[in-house]
């Protein structure tokens, strides 16, 4: 009963009260800033001047409750020092991500809501933090991929500019008119709903496959219309293309003796002697 006699209670109650009332305001402070920023900035820069003001509103309220509860601010910072020296040295990898995500923020290669892809991973940016970047892949996976990494490797951002090309191959037999082929792919591209009129869709000849010649197709899509362009297209391709009767040719090879006006000779020969399992050299081999 003396131990707690002696605790000042209206002390640690005071700092108790201080913390909390800290994290409310931080709290009503963030939310005051998303709201102020949500039409004059991009997520990316709400999101980080929201931490930045919550944190320095916490902070306040934490040494004014450190200060109420009796502690000296001159230890506390002192041993927060030497803390910080301490976590420096046993967690240097943390430290580099650090560093990594302040030149993230100051170069800004992406943002909240960008479609990235690094190393074979693709997904939507939900979080850009000082440590990792978190992305929700197309599959609903979540992937945290830590800004050191982001840093040292190259990262495709799908999401930088409004429209993309499209860009498929397309195989037709070689007794086919390309010319014929070509016009019918354009004409495609004129009716799709999601192909653009500017720029303008194109054909090349990429080069004499095995079995096909082949084309290469390109027309643009909105950048957000990336998989139903394709699909679609693909399916009007093979659509239209069996209906003006153009081949599309599967794999094969044709052999040929010598000349190719001449068939190669093909000849069944009856054999000579019937191997008999059960004769004296049948018995000799075994």
Same mark, same amino acid.
């Given at each position: 009963?003396?131990?707690?006699?002696?605790? *000042?209670?209206?002390?640690?109650?005071?700092?108790?009260? !201080? !913390?909390?009332?800290?994290?409310?305001?931080?709290?009503? +402070?963030?939310?005051?800033?998303?709201?102020?920023?949500?039409?004059? +900035?991009?997520?990316?820069?709400?999101?980080?001047?929201?931490?930045?003001?919550?944190?320095?509103?916490?902070?306040?309220?934490?040494?004014? /409750?450190?200060?109420?509860?009796?502690?000296?601010?001159?230890?506390?910072?002192?041993?927060?020092?030497?803390?910080?020296? +301490?976590?420096?040295? /046993? %967690?240097?990898?943390?430290?580099?991500?650090?560093?990594?995500?302040?030149?993230?923020?100051?170069?800004?290669?992406?943002?909240?809501?960008?479609?990235?892809?690094?190393?074979?991973?693709?997904?939507? =940016?939900?979080?850009?933090?000082?440590? %990792?970047?978190?992305?929700?892949?197309?599959?609903?996976?979540?992937?945290?991929?830590?800004?050191?990494?982001?840093?040292?490797?190259?990262? =495709?951002?799908?999401?930088?500019?409004?429209?993309?090309?499209?860009?498929?191959?397309?195989?037709?037999?070689?007794? #086919?008119?390309?010319?014929?082929?070509?016009?019918?792919?354009?004409?495609?591209?004129?009716?799709? %709903?999601?192909?653009? #009129?500017?720029?303008? *869709?194109?054909?090349?000849?990429?080069?004499?496959?095995?079995?096909?010649?082949?084309?290469?197709? %390109?027309?643009?899509?909105?950048?957000?219309?990336?998989?139903? &362009?394709?699909?679609?297209?693909?399916?009007?391709?093979?659509?239209?293309?069996? #209906?003006?009767?153009?081949?599309?040719?599967?794999?094969?090879?044709?052999?040929?003796? &010598?000349?190719?006006?001449?068939?190669?000779?093909?000849?069944?020969?009856?054999?000579?002697?019937?191997?008999?399992?059960?004769?004296?050299?049948?018995?000799?081999?075994?």
């Amino acid at each position: 009963m003396q131990f707690f006699g002696a605790i *000042a209670w209206g002390k640690w109650i005071s700092t108790l009260f !201080l !913390l909390i009332l800290g994290i409310v305001l931080a709290s009503f +402070a963030a939310r005051g800033v998303t709201r102020f920023m949500e039409d004059r +900035a991009s997520r990316h820069h709400t999101v980080m001047l929201r931490r930045l003001v919550f944190y320095i509103v916490l902070a306040i309220f934490f040494v004014a /409750a450190l200060r109420e509860a009796g502690f000296s601010l001159d230890v506390v910072l002192g041993a927060a020092g030497i803390l910080t020296v +301490a976590i420096g040295f /046993a %967690s240097q990898t943390s430290a580099s991500n650090m560093i990594s995500g302040l030149f993230l923020l100051v170069e800004k290669p992406f943002e909240i809501g960008n479609f990235i892809e690094v190393e074979n991973t693709i997904g939507e =940016v939900v979080s850009i933090d000082m440590l %990792s970047v978190k992305l929700r892949t197309p599959d609903n996976l979540y992937v945290r991929i830590p800004n050191e990494t982001l840093i040292k490797t190259r990262v =495709v951002n799908r999401s930088r500019f409004p429209i993309r090309r499209m860009d498929l191959t397309v195989g037709i037999a070689y007794a #086919e008119d390309v010319e014929r082929v070509e016009k019918l792919l354009l004409a495609l591209a004129r009716q799709n %709903s999601v192909s653009l #009129e500017e720029p303008k *869709a194109f054909v090349l000849v990429t080069g004499f496959g095995p079995s096909s010649v082949d084309l290469q197709f %390109s027309f643009w899509v909105p950048s957000n219309k990336v998989l139903e &362009g394709r699909s679609q297209m693909m399916v009007a391709i093979k659509k239209t293309l069996d #209906e003006e009767g153009v081949e599309i040719p599967f794999p094969h090879t044709s052999i040929y003796a &010598g000349s190719h006006s001449e068939p190669f000779r093909v000849e069944l020969l009856r054999p000579e002697t019937t191997t008999n399992k059960g004769g004296p050299d049948a018995d000799q081999n075994g």
